[in-house]
């Protein structure tokens, strides 16, 4: 029996239940009764039901008692409410608490078919969007980094040389590039996926503590060491360790960090003896750390040893196809976890997100798009709930380190074709002559801007 059969009756009602029931499995469905909300809890839990007919008024757990335990436990059966006393505040309040729909007593066999019928095409639709959801991140995802950029792809397909290897990695790259999320692809795609994966930043713990947190103490080795303790060293063994803001650490355990990484051996602040370690090493800078080397504030031998693969992240600004790909992953990250549909950016939002310069790189984009999801009220992104910045394009201003591009109308406007395009054809499934319907544009125009762009 399939599970999207599977339905629960919750009523006080002896009679009403067993006329649901019986009603119910002559449409081809298997049903289960409880008389009350509490029952119904403890049968969800031994087992997933598809639907469930509640009850509002029950001894010893009510529906709406019953509504809140459901998302509290995270039980995702769809629920119908059912009520002999029913109200447009009843079917409101329990809406709110979560329920699909709301029947009001007496009903008849048609209305109980007509309301599992919409309830099972919902579903359906849902299982859908979920599959093709999958798809596209599948085909554009590595870990947990979403891109559709040929430099991007490059990097991936490093990652997956590197990530079976012992090799130290330094990762590059601006702030909020995802330069932690390169790190846990190296190690979760390889074989140290099941040994722990330990990350700090160097810039956020004082010198005087830093030492301690990497290599450990033991009791009485300074002031208020009261106890032994490991440092990130032992605890990643077997695994990686990722320093981030590695430019950060002062010169004086540069030298320490140095003769670990050589010697693959650890000593305890206070400790007699070294301890054997095998730890991969990850590090990670938004700094030059060739001008870093050569004023003097960073060791020229550590950065050989950690140098011994660089990978370097494009900024947000050169990957800029990505931003459309990045908007519905993050509108359906966030979406999921605050309880919504699936929502989409409106075509000014889409715009205003796509010619963004986002100096805040892709930590910037998810921080918009979850506060975008916070404000918006309906299953479309509007332009005015993305940040201010992004509707008026303050973002747009030449960085220090541009080339002078990102002034350019004519890249802003193929970068926005591009995603356009893009979407399109995603929509379609592929058809160019509905893509170019969309677009508003001819079907042999559709054609040449796939040949300009290397659209195939």
């Known amino acids: 029996m399939s599970e999207r059969k599977r339905i629960l009756v919750v009523d006080d009602e002896e009679n009403l239940r067993h006329m649901l029931q019986v009603m119910l499995k002559k449409q081809g469905y298997q049903v289960d009764t409880a008389a009350d909300g509490k029952q119904a809890l403890e049968r969800l839990q031994q087992g997933a039901y598809a639907f469930v007919l509640c009850d ?36 409101i309040d329990c809406m709110k608490l979560g329920a699909y729909d709301f029947i009001s007593k007496p009903f008849n066999s048609e209305e109980i078919t007509l309301v599992l019928k919409k309830a099972e095409e919902r579903e359906r639709l849902k299982d859908e969007n979920r599959r093709l959801r999958n798809q596209v991140v599948g085909e554009y995802s590595f870990g947990e980094i979403v891109s559709r950029n040929a430099r991007m792809g490059e990097l991936f397909e490093m990652v997956q040389k590197l990530a079976d290897h012992k090799t130290t990695v330094l990762v590059q790259g601006e702030s909020g590039t995802g330069k932690e999320l390169i790190a846990r692809a190296l190690h979760y795609q390889g074989v140290r996926r099941d040994a722990p994966f330990i990350a700090i930043n160097c810039g956020a713990i004082p010198a005087a503590l830093l030492e301690s947190e990497l290599f450990g103490h033991v009791k009485g080795a300074f002031t208020d ?232």
């Open 225 to 456: 060491a009261s106890h032994d303790k490991a440092g990130l060293f032992e605890e990643a063994d077997g695994g990686t360790l990722f320093l981030d803001e590695i430019a950060e650490m002062p010169l004086s355990l540069q030298v320490k960090l140095l003769r670990v990484l050589q010697e693959e051996e650890i000593r305890r602040l206070g400790a007699a003896t070294s301890k054997r370690i095998n730890v991969r090493v990850v590090s990670a800078t938004s700094r030059d750390m060739a001008a870093e080397v050569a004023q003097g504030r960073f060791r020229e031998d550590l950065y050989f040893r950690l140098n011994v693969f660089a990978i370097t992240l494009p900024p947000l600004r050169e990957r800029i196809e990505d931003v459309e790909l990045l908007v519905d992953h993050f509108l359906d990250k966030h979406g999921e976890r605050m309880g919504r549909g699936r929502v989409r950016p409106s075509p000014g939002a889409l715009q205003a997100l796509v010619r963004y310069h986002w100096p805040g790189n892709v930590r910037e984009l998810e921080n918009s798009i979850e506060r975008g999801l916070i404000l918006c009220e309906s299953e479309l992104l509007e332009l005015s709930c993305l940040p201010e910045t992004v509707r008026r394009g303050t973002g747009l201003g030449r960085r220090a380190s541009d080339d002078g591009d990102s002034l350019s109308i004519k890249k802003a406007a193929e970068a926005m074709e591009r995603a356009l395009i893009g979407r399109a054809l995603e929509q379609t499934g592929g058809n160019r002559t509905h893509a170019a319907k969309l677009l508003e544009i001819s079907h042999r125009a559709l054609l040449y801007k796939l040949k300009e762009y290397d659209l195939g």
């Open 56 to 91: 509002i008024r029950m001894p010893v757990m009510d529906g709406r008692s019953f509504l809140a335990a459901c998302s509290e436990a995270g039980i995702g059966a769809t629920v119908i409410m059912m009520s002999a006393y029913g109200s447009i505040d009843d079917a």
